[in-house]
């Protein structure tokens, strides 16, 4: 690691800044989408906070519940807070997939047909199985009329309504997973140039289908900021091209400690904030 090459480690810093500035565009499109009201800069922030809180906690889950938590305190009503954070996350998701999907082929042509020849078809199939999960909870408010008094239908409905302002209208749905394929195109990039960096024989290519679905992977919930789970799914999926285990190890290490670097300013963000209400939404749910 300490023979990484110092001016590919920096360019693959740089794009993932530029992944974060990415990042914090899809988050406040689906902020938009909702129509809720919270700045830019606002929201740039309180990504930071909670990037720095996925360092700590379990998965991406901890840094969720963070930003909900903040974006409440900053003026969002509970509901909206909850429901940007959740539907950006469903994004992401939707964007790994599609991404996944469309470079498989092209993958298929350069890799071991023995070795990748399941991954264009279990691929589609996320994506669809991803589909169906949007569409089933844009669907959460068909519930029966006897239920709807209850509380639990009634958030349920509101996240359906805010689903379908956020996926079934052509110019959020473009934006939203626009940047959300964006995002996971620059942190492949970044990846190819830390590999780069340790010269590892791998191309940009490799790392724009093999990276997503260990980006998938490492949204669960079972480790600290994916650290385990992460470098066990990269030793896997780079095995694919002919990586050896130990060099795709150490591409893991160094993405992860760069992935902590960029947490920092998050930390102190939030060691410098206080919470105060900026701004207030009218409603504390959606009509």
Request: proline share 4%; net charge positive.
């Given at each position: 690691?300490?023979?990484a090459?110092?001016?590919?480690?920096?360019?693959?810093?740089?794009?993932?800044?530029?992944?974060?500035?990415i990042?914090?565009?899809?988050?406040?499109a689906?902020i938009?989408?909702?129509?809720?009201?919270?700045?830019?800069?606002?929201?740039?922030?309180?990504?930071?906070?909670g990037?720095?809180?996925?360092q700590?906690?379990?998965?991406?889950?901890?840094?969720d519940a963070?930003?909900?938590?903040?974006s409440?305190?900053?003026?969002?009503?509970?509901?909206?807070?909850a429901?940007?954070?959740?539907?950006?996350?469903?994004?992401?998701?939707?964007?790994?997939?599609?991404?996944?999907?469309?470079?498989?082929?092209?993958?298929?042509?350069?890799?071991?047909?023995i070795?990748t020849?399941?991954?264009?078809?279990?691929?589609?199939?996320?994506?669809?199985?991803?589909?169906?999960?949007?569409?089933?909870?844009?669907?959460?408010?068909?519930?029966?009329?006897?239920?709807?008094?209850?509380?639990?239908?009634?958030?349920?409905?509101?996240?359906?309504?805010d689903?379908?302002?956020?996926?079934?209208?052509?110019?959020?749905?473009?934006?939203?997973?626009?940047?959300?394929?964006?995002?996971?195109?620059?942190g492949s990039?970044?990846?190819y140039f830390?590999?780069?960096?340790?010269?590892?024989?791998?191309?940009?290519?490799?790392?724009?289908?093999?990276?997503?679905?260990?980006?998938?992977?490492?949204?669960?919930?079972i480790?600290?900021?994916?650290?385990?789970?992460r470098?066990?799914?990269?030793?896997?999926a780079?095995?694919?091209?002919?990586v050896?285990?130990?060099?795709?190890l150490?591409l893991s290490?160094?993405?992860?400690?760069m992935?902590?670097?960029?947490?920092?300013?998050?930390?102190?963000?939030?060691?410098?904030?206080?919470?105060?209400?900026?701004?207030?939404?009218?409603?504390?749910?959606?009509?």
């Amino acid at each position: 690691m300490l023979g990484a090459d110092a001016v590919d480690l920096t360019v693959a810093g740089l794009v993932i800044f530029v992944q974060l500035i990415i990042s914090v565009f899809r988050w406040h499109a689906v902020i938009i989408a909702i129509q809720a009201i919270l700045p830019y800069w606002q929201t740039f922030r309180l990504y930071l906070i909670g990037l720095f809180f996925n360092q700590i906690l379990p998965s991406s889950v901890g840094g969720d519940a963070i930003r909900i938590y903040k974006s409440y305190r900053a003026g969002l009503t509970i509901s909206a807070a909850a429901h940007s954070v959740i539907l950006e996350r469903v994004a992401t998701v939707l964007g790994l997939l599609i991404l996944v999907a469309a470079a498989a082929p092209f993958f298929q042509n350069q890799a071991n047909q023995i070795n990748t020849s399941w991954m264009l078809s279990f691929s589609i199939m996320m994506l669809l199985g991803g589909i169906g999960g949007v569409v089933l909870i844009m669907c959460l408010d068909r519930a029966p009329y006897r239920f709807r008094s209850w509380k639990l239908v009634r958030v349920l409905s509101n996240l359906a309504a805010d689903t379908r302002r956020t996926f079934l209208s052509p110019t959020h749905t473009y934006q939203v997973l626009g940047w959300g394929i964006v995002g996971h195109v620059t942190g492949s990039v970044a990846v190819y140039f830390i590999a780069k960096s340790i010269e590892l024989n791998v191309s940009v290519l490799d790392c724009l289908v093999l990276m997503p679905p260990v980006m998938l992977v490492t949204t669960l919930p079972i480790s600290i900021a994916g650290w385990g789970v992460r470098e066990g799914a990269m030793v896997a999926a780079f095995a694919l091209v002919g990586v050896p285990a130990h060099d795709a190890l150490v591409l893991s290490i160094l993405f992860g400690m760069m992935a902590v670097l960029f947490a920092i300013p998050g930390g102190i963000t939030w060691l410098l904030t206080t919470d105060k209400k900026v701004e207030t939404i009218a409603d504390e749910t959606h009509p």
